[in-house]
């Protein structure tokens, strides 16, 4: 079985430009998270799904950055215009429940972005 | 508020000996479950341990063991017999209301060096 897949592993932008990431959850995965970790510091929440709809956005920073699922399947999150302090490693993960491991969050390899 | 706290930003151990990373956590949610994380230094995200608020006995998973002590809120990753290939970063982490799908809360993480 496939785990969380992310694209692309890195990217570089510049201030003011536009970058979507893609992550592909586990197949059958209703609950998609995006999280982000800002160099030094904790990883942080940004959002959940489940299936199509956005059950909890509370840590989207701002209006510049624009989470979708599409079908409920696989997601994309777009910041528009970044900002330098934007740069990290923005993880996605995803989750069913199951016996013994309820909700247990499997992680996607990250997309390191770079703004400059 | 909920919070993880991870003391040691780094840990050194010789292999084949034992280490314990701490993690404390705070919350008000008589439900929740705590999670241990490794992340090498390829970037990727992996689960290695699960306990939940209401478990009687502490988790184990192979080489992995959590000291869970409820009442002093602490949630210790313990890892015996060491390896080279333990070499990480080590994220505790807590989802309240633990047979839900909600967000994980991140600790700053620890980096264990294991040394031949």
């Known amino acids: 079985e496939a785990g969380v897949t992310q694209f692309p592993s890195h990217s570089v932008i510049e201030k003011g430009q536009t970058v979507t990431l893609r992550c592909d959850p586990i197949?059958?995965?209703?609950?998609l998270y995006w999280y982000r970790r800002v160099m030094g510091k904790e990883i942080k929440f940004l959002l959940h799904f489940v299936k199509e709809s956005k059950q909890d956005e509370s840590g989207m920073p701002n209006n510049r950055f624009l989470a979708e699922r599409t079908g409920g399947t696989y997601s994309t999150l777009k910041v528009q215009p970044a900002e330098l302090e934007d740069s990290g490693v923005y993880f996605c993960?995803?989750?069913?429940?199951?016996?013994?491991?309820?909700?247990?969050?499997?992680f996607g390899p990250g997309t390191r972005l770079t703004v400059t | 508020a909920q919070k993880i706290t991870q003391t040691q930003p780094g840990m050194f151990v010789q292999e084949k000996e034992a280490v314990t990373l701490d993690c404390t956590y705070d919350t008000s949610d008589p439900s929740y479950g705590l999670f241990w994380y490794k992340q090498p230094s390829s970037g990727e995200m992996i689960f290695l341990i699960y306990?939940?608020?209401?478990?009687?006995q502490n988790a184990t998973e192979g080489r992995y063991s959590l000291n869970f002590q409820k009442a002093r809120k602490s949630a210790n990753l313990v890892i015996s017999a060491s390896q080279l290939g333990d070499s990480a970063m080590y994220f505790c982490?807590?989802?309240?209301?633990?047979?839900?799908?909600?967000?994980?809360?991140f600790g700053k993480g620890t980096t264990l060096s294991v040394s031949s």
């Open positions: 982490a807590m989802r309240e209301d633990y047979q839900a799908g909600t967000a994980l809360i």
């Open positions: 993960a995803s989750s069913q429940f199951s016996a013994g491991h309820p909700y247990e969050q499997y």
């Open positions: 306990q939940g608020s209401y478990d009687q």
């Open positions: 197949s059958g995965h209703d609950n």
